[in-house]
Nanobody, 128 residues
Framework: QVQLVESGGGLVQPGGSLRLSCAASGRTFSTYTMGWFRQVPGKEREFVAAISWSGGTTYYADSVKGRFTISRDNAKNTVYLQMNSLKPEDTAVYHC?????????????????????WGQGTQVTVSS
């Protein structure tokens, strides 16, 4: 099992930026596909972005494309989500997740049940 701990959430004004971090335990982090999802009360978790083990392939939800960037540092066992031009509709709890099989098929990675391990989440609130 992989332990995942998110940080970096907070309150930001519309148009602002935040960078989320997700620190992972274990020595095989570099083999995992990593994803970010978000969830608001009463709704299912929504796919945000995913990144391959090498960082060479990334996927984004249409709603964040061009504004968010996912990246990873395998030496630090950490995956990041840089969020720019934030909108009120980006308000949610953001969770990182690990796919230990290293899949990179888009139709799989947009589904939360594809992932094996989840962090507790960090709250992002976009409001003036």
């Amino acid at each position: 099992q992989v332990q995942l701990v998110e940080s970096g959430g907070g309150l930001v004004q519309p148009g602002g930026s935040l960078r989320l971090s997700c620190a992972a335990s274990g020595r095989t982090f570099s083999t995992y596909t990593m994803g970010w999802f978000r969830q608001v009360p009463g709704k299912e978790r929504e796919f945000v972005a995913a990144i391959s083990w090498s960082g060479g392939t990334t996927y984004y939800a249409d709603s964040v494309k061009g504004r968010f960037t996912i990246s990873r540092d395998n030496a630090k066992n950490t995956v990041y989500l840089q969020m720019n031009s934030l909108k009120p509709e980006d308000t949610a709890v953001y969770h990182c997740a690990a796919d230990r099989d290293g899949n990179m098929l888009y139709y799989l990675l947009i589904r939360s049940h594809e992932y094996d391990d989840w962090g507790q989440g960090t709250q992002v609130t976009v409001s003036s």
